[in-house]
C-alpha cells in the first residue's frame, strides 16, 4: 500500500511539473516532448498540459491538439518498428510461439480497432504499439487507426474547450480516462458485431445463390 501511495504521489509531483510549463513560452514545445515520450516508452499522459494550455488559450486550442497528435503518433512509430523487426525474437523469450501467432491472427482481423481503441482509451498504447509490430500490423493501418485514436482523444478535448471555454476544465480532468475508455469499448462492440452480423449475412446470400 504505500509503494502505491508513493507512486501516486511521484505521478502527482510529475503532473504538477509537466502543468506548470502552461504559462511558458516554449509550452508547445513541452506538450511536444510529452506528447512523444508518452507514447514512445514512459506512459506519462500529456493531457493535464494540454488541458491547462487549452484553458489559458482557448483560441488556440485545437493547435494544441494537433501538435499532442502529431507527436504521440510519431513516439508510437518507435515500439511499433521495435517490435516489427526485433520484437518477435524477445517476444518468443517470454511467451510461446502459439500465443504470438495467435496474437497475429487477433491483429489480423482486429489490429485496425484494437490500435484505435489504445490510441483512444486510458491504456498502455505503446504496449499495443509493439504488440501491432511484432504481429506484423500493416504500418499504413497502424498509423490511420493511430492517427484516429490519438486525434479523437486530442482534439476531443481541444475542441470541448475551444467552444465550451475553461468551465470544462474540471470536468475533463475527473471524467477523461472513464470516458474514452467507455467510448473506446462501445467503438470496439459496433465494430464486431457489424463484421459478425456481415458475415453472416454475406454466408447466407451465397447459401441462396446456391
Known amino acids: ?18 502543468i506548470s510549463w502552461s504559462s ?45 497528435t502529431a507527436a504521440s503518433v510519431l513516439g508510437a512509430t518507435f515500439p ?11 517476444a518468443e523469450r517470454f511467451v510461446r510461439s502459439e500465443r504470438i501467432e495467435t496474437a497475429e491472427h487477433f491483429f489480423r482481423d482486429y489490429g485496425a480497432p484494437t490500435t484505435f481503441v489504445a490510441a483512444f482509451a486510458p491504456l498502455p498504447y505503446p504496449v499495443f504499439a509493439l504488440a501491432a509490430g511484432v504481429a506484423h500490423l500493416g504500418y499504413p493501418v497502424f498509423l490511420v487507426a ?16 475551444y467552444f465550451f471555454g475553461p ?4 470536468l475533463l480532468e475527473d471524467y477523461l480516462g472513464w470516458a474514452t475508455l467507455v467510448l473506446g469499448v462501445l467503438l470496439v462492440l459496433v465494430y464486431v458485431l457489424s463484421r459478425y452480423f456481415g458475415s453472416r449475412f454475406e454466408r447466407s446470400s451465397k447459401d441462396k445463390q446456391r
Open 80 to 90: 511499433y518498428l521495435v517490435g516489427r523487426f526485433g520484437g518477435r525474437p524477445l
Open 167 to 170: 468551465a470544462l476544465q474540471g
Open 146 to 161: 493511430s492517427l484516429a485514436g490519438r486525434g479523437a482523444r486530442f482534439f476531443g478535448i481541444g475542441l470541448l474547450i
Open 1 to 18: 500500500m504505500e509503494f502505491l501511495n508513493r507512486i501516486s504521489e511521484l505521478l502527482g509531483n510529475a503532473s504538477g511539473w509537466l
Open 24 to 68: 511558458s513560452p516554449y509550452a508547445p514545445l513541452a506538450l511536444f516532448s510529452a506528447s512523444l515520450f508518452d507514447s514512445g516508452a514512459l506512459f506519462f499522459p500529456p493531457e493535464p498540459l494540454l488541458i491547462a494550455m487549452a484553458t489559458l488559450r482557448p483560441d488556440l486550442a485545437p493547435l494544441y491538439a494537433a501538435v499532442a
